[in-house]
């Protein structure tokens, strides 16, 4: 409370600073609900941006539906954006039966999916090289980006509700402006630069990989000569400039950018923050957003599956594995660039795949050729031939293009899958 939509957005207001209205809510919530709603919720003052918002948490019913009082008789309601309607009796009843499927250890949330998969990867018929620019090259659907960075997981970003903070800057920025801004993200809001930060440079279908803010500058600094390679490598013409992606974890959330050249006189930029829930200590985003230019000062809403969790179960060995510098390593490479184990979705997959897996992910990640794994438990050692998937986890953005947002890893180990693939 001290919100309102505007523009498709949650625009902030204030809101009195006096405890009537919490002692006032509270009351309301416990003599015309039933069971009394208080028992899921907290409900707080906050401040954020400079104003005051009245705050309330409310768990969802997992077990029993609240009613309201409504005249003398008790509803059931459901809120959509900032209005409610009445529950039909077909949410109801479908309400109770996945209670009751959840009682009996079997209910997956909708909006955060684990799969667990046992297959063995097929090898993939792949024409890019592997080794060029000291950097892992791949070819992805035309006008679509892939990202590999790290942290997807760990933001939470597979809650029904999440906060899109917009922060693109408010100056014209060319590709070299591209530090600057996530430099200022380190200082702010704490964002990681070096093993969580991944970006790519795509032109066409064909895109290169990185990881680390130094790789990231240097591949700036040498970008005319890195388009025209992927240029002659991808399968389609282009006319824009090379696009620009990436993405790292921040202390808030997952902050994500793309910038493509259009013209000689403009470039397109896109860059948000996502947050698991609106920070109410704000300043460290405030003084981003300000250090930026950015406009932006309210948070858009943003609901339904945003995150997939591919979870590898004796998934290997994954196909021609190459060892590769995706960022600087002074001990050497902890990355292997393997064949997709999705690609063009293998029979063996599909069949254990949830139909409802969300269209971005079934329509993005089975055309990636390569993908480079990070190497978990440490670094490659020479003997490693071996690897198996351990995890996948994407989120979907869509900036002037679609991109997927993947942080992936496997395991080092010798063929016997069974003795070294933990469970």
Request: aromatic residues 10%; hydrophobic residues 30%; charged residues 25%.
């Amino acid at each position: 409370m001290g919100t309102r939509i505007q523009d498709g957005g949650l625009l902030l207001q204030n809101f009195s600073p006096d405890e009537e209205p919490r002692q006032e809510l509270t009351h309301i919530a416990q003599e015309y609900s039933n069971s009394p709603l208080p028992r899921l919720w907290s409900i707080d003052m906050e401040e954020c941006f400079g104003d005051r918002l009245l705050r309330i948490d409310i768990q969802a019913a997992d077990s029993e539906l609240v009613k309201f009082d409504y005249d003398g008789e008790y509803r059931v309601y459901v809120r959509e954006e900032d209005g409610l309607r009445e529950m039909s009796s077909g949410e109801i009843s479908e309400f109770y039966e996945k209670t009751k499927t959840n009682a009996e250890g079997r209910w997956e949330s909708e909006i955060q999916r684990t799969e667990h998969l046992e297959f063995t990867p097929e090898q993939v018929n792949n024409d890019i090289p592997s080794a060029a620019f000291e950097r892992a090259i791949t070819r992805v659907p035309l006008e679509h980006s892939v990202v590999f960075g790290s942290g997807v997981v760990d933001d939470r970003l597979g809650k029904s509700l999440h906060f899109n903070l917009n922060t693109t800057p408010g100056r014209e920025c060319s590709y070299e402006d591209v530090p600057w801004f996530l430099e200022s993200a380190s200082e702010h809001i704490n964002a990681n630069l070096e093993r969580r930060l991944g970006y790519s440079i795509r032109v066409g279908d064909a895109q290169l990989m990185g990881k680390g803010i130094e790789n990231l500058r240097q591949d700036i600094e040498r970008l005319p000569e890195l388009y025209q390679f992927i240029d002659e490598l991808s399968n389609h013409s282009w006319r824009y400039g090379p696009v620009l992606s990436g993405y790292t974890k921040t202390e808030y959330g997952i902050l994500w950018f793309e910038l493509q050249k259009e013209s000689e006189t403009f470039n397109r930029w896109t860059s948000e923050l996502l947050l698991p829930d609106i920070p109410f200590d704000s300043s460290d985003i405030e003084h981003f957003v300000d250090e930026t230019e950015s406009t932006s000062k309210y948070y858009a809403q943003r609901r339904g599956i945003h995150f997939v969790h591919l979870n590898g179960r004796k998934c290997g060995p994954l196909q021609n594995p190459t060892p590769v510098n995706i960022r600087s390593f002074d001990e050497g490479p902890n990355h292997v660039l393997v064949d997709n184990p999705f690609y063009d979705w293998p029979e063996v997959v599909h069949s254990q795949l949830d139909e409802s897996l969300p269209e971005w992910c079934k329509r993005i990640l089975p055309k990636i050729s390569k993908i480079p794994f990070e190497v978990s438990g440490g670094y490659l050692e020479e003997e490693d031939q071996q690897f198996s998937l351990n995890y996948l986890d994407c989120a979907h953005v869509t900036g002037t293009h679609p991109t997927l947002l993947v942080d992936c890893s496997c395991w080092p180990g010798s063929s016997d899958v069974d003795s070294w693939v933990p469970e």
